[in-house]
Every structure is written in structure tokens, then in C-alpha cells.
């Protein structure tokens, strides 16, 4: 058996020493069917290996890394198309970005449209509360203004029926009357003070108040500010009583006031002008009790006129202030103020107590005078 294989796979035999030698031979006739048996079996083996390629190139063609080239170039496909997808997308959202573009321009016009329609209301609204109250304002004015007026012919009207009583009851009681004619003599025989006119000038208005205030004449806040003296002339009811002129051209002249002061001290302030200019001046008198101790040129708004105590209380600003002691020798006090444009000359009792020359000529303006409660105006005198 071992020789047999030796035949088919070695053609060159060796000899076994062992055996006798023997002359050579050809060799068997089997052998050429041992080589195309031989040859068949390496083509069969090549046919299986074969089939079994062609089969796994079928069933698993990864084996041979072809179905990896399959999947890349699938792949790219994928790639190629995801890529025109985007681009599509891309052009969509590019669209979509101009058409959302379009719509805020348009929205953004509608919203500009709304906010002047808006400003629009806002603006008639306005137009309408200004127009309302311009109107409102106009009407309170004029309600104001009626009011004034209305006032007015009140105090003339209730100063005219003050005067008609005093009248009336002078005329009825004679023996009240006596009695303020003695009373009046009395008082004639306490020495006053001769006030001498400036031959040029002319009265334009004396007053004693007789009877009352005549309204023609004065201008004051109410009658009852004032009330009858049983010595004649009137007497201030509160702190700031006062009488101005009706006429209001006074710039050239004279100014006089007899009063009997208030017990205590106080000031009294005489007006010199109350003009549309609004450079309004005035004197003030300072009253200790005993004498008088100073003088003042004092310029003042209407306002502090008006107001609670008028000018008698107020920190004016002064042009001049001057002391001064002029003792009170009589039961009254004359004061006297000439005004010859820009100079000012004060006295007291016949005293010069003051000359003063403004920088500028002094207003046209209304003339006057305001008392503390309980002083007496005696008389009153104006000269031009």
C-alpha cells in the first residue's frame, strides 16, 4: 500500500537495500490514471471554489468589500440629494424670509397709519381741552370781572344808603346833633396843624367824610371797613384799612392827612402812586406809641396791598429809611407829601422829616392812604 502511494506522488523509486536488486522495468499502465485523476480533482476543486465564490459574491458580496463601494456610492447619492433638499430648503426659507420681510413693511406701514391716527385723536383731543379751557378761562374771567363790577356798585350803592341814614338821622335827631356840634367844637379847639396850599396848585380833592364814604371820589375793599367817628371823619375796623383815589394821574402833587393814631405802636403808610406801570411807591410812618421815630420811601406789589394787613407788616423794599424823633404834641398827626416828579418831600406835623429825588419821574397813578384798626382819619387833601 505504502509502495502504491509512493507511485503516485514520486516517481523516482528507491530501491529497498534489503531486497535483491532487480533489472528495471517500465512502469505500470495505472500510472497515467493516477495523473488524470490527479487532474480532475484539482478541476473540481477549482470548479467547487468557484461556485463557492460566485455564491458568496452573491449572498455576501461585503466578504469581497464590494457591498461597502455599493453603500458609499448609495451614500453619495444620498449626499447629493440631501444637498439639493437643502438648496430647495434654502430657497424656500429665502422666500419665506422676503415674503415675512413684505409682511413687517406692510405691518410696520399699518402701525405708522394707527400711531398718527392715534396722534391725530390725541392731538383734536387737545386742541378741544385747550379750546375748553380758554373758554373756561375766559368765562371765569368775565364771572370775575362781573363780580368786581357788581362789588363795586354794591359798596357805592351800600356807602350811598350809609349816607342817606346819616343824613336822615342828622335831620331827625336834632339833639344828636348838638352833641356833635359841641363835641366838634371841642375838638376844633385842640390846636392843628395850618397846612398852606402851594399858591400854583389847585385842590382836586378834600374829604372830611362827613356822613361817610363817598364812592365817586374813592375806591376802598368794603364798607365795613370803616366806620362814623363821633368826632367826625371815619375810623378803620381792621389791621390794613385803606382808601384810594378814583382818579389815577396823580404824578405832580400834593398829599395830606390829619389822623389821631391807634393806641400803641404801628405804622401808617400813605400811597404815593398805584400805576399800570407797576413801580408803585408809598411812605411809612413809624409809630412807637409816644412819637414818631422813623421814616421810609418803600416801593410794593398790589398783592401785598391787598393782602392781610396790607403794607403795614410786610418787609417791603426801601428806597430810603431815616430815623427820626418828632414827639406827638396834639391829640392828631398832620402828614404831609409833595411830589414835584422826581423829588419827595415828607413832613411831619409843619417838620421837614425827609427830601429824597428819584432816579426816575415818578408813574401817573392813584393816591391813598392805609391805617391800622382804630386810627381816625380826621381829613384828607389832594392839591395838584
Known sequence: MSQKRQYLFDETVTEDATRPRT??????????????????????????????????LVARPDVYGLEFRGNLT??????????????????A????????????????????????????????????QTAVAVQNAQ????????????????NQQATQIALDFAMTQAALNQSATQNALDFATQVA?????????????????????IGGVDASQWRFASVGDWGFH?????????????????????????????????????????????????DNLAVRFIYDGAQIV??????????????????LTRANPELITLPLTIPKIRQNIAFSIAVNSQTITITVDASTALTYTLETPISPGAVGIQLPKDTVLETILVLR
Do not use: C, E, H
Request: avoid cysteine.
Open 139 to 154: 368765562n371765569a374771567t368775565q364771572a370775575a370781572i362781573n363780580f368786581q363790577n357788581t362789588q363795586a356798585a354794591a
Open 189 to 209: 379847639s385842640i390846636p392843628t396843624p395850618t397846612i398852606t396850599p402851594i399858591p400854583t396848585n389847585t385842590p382836586s380833592l378834600q374829604d372830611s367824610f
Open 74 to 91: 448609495l451614500t453619495a447619492g444620498a449626499f447629493a440629494q440631501t444637498a439639493s433638499a437643502l438648496g430647495q430648503t434654502a430657497d
Open 294 to 311: 422813623g421814616v421810609g420811601i418803600i416801593t410794593f406789589v398790589v398783592d401785598d396791598f391787598l393782602g392781610d394787613g396790607g403794607l
Open 93 to 128: 426659507n429665502a422666500q419665506v424670509s422676503r415674503d415675512n420681510f413684505a409682511t413687517s413693511t406692510a405691518l410696520a406701514g399699518q402701525i405708522g397709519d394707527v400711531v398718527a391716527q392715534q396722534t391725530t385723536i390725541a392731538q383734536d383731543q387737545l386742541n378741544t
Open 230 to 278: 363821633a368826632g367826625g371823619g371815619l375810623i378803620a375796623i381792621r389791621d390794613g384799612s385803606w382808601l384810594i383815589t378814583q382818579q389815577s394821574d396823580y404824578n405832580q402833587y400834593r398829599l395830606d392827612a390829619v389822623i389821631q393814631p391807634s393806641v400803641g405802636a404801628g405804622n401808617y403808610v400813605m400811597i404815593l402812586n398805584i400805576g399800570a406801570n407797576g
Open 23 to 56: 533489472p528495471s522495468s517500465p512502469p505500470p499502465k495505472n500510472k497515467k490514471r493516477g495523473f488524470r485523476w490527479m487532474l480532475w480533482m484539482l478541476l473540481g476543486i477549482l470548479t467547487l471554489g468557484l461556485g463557492t465564490g460566485t455564491a458568496i
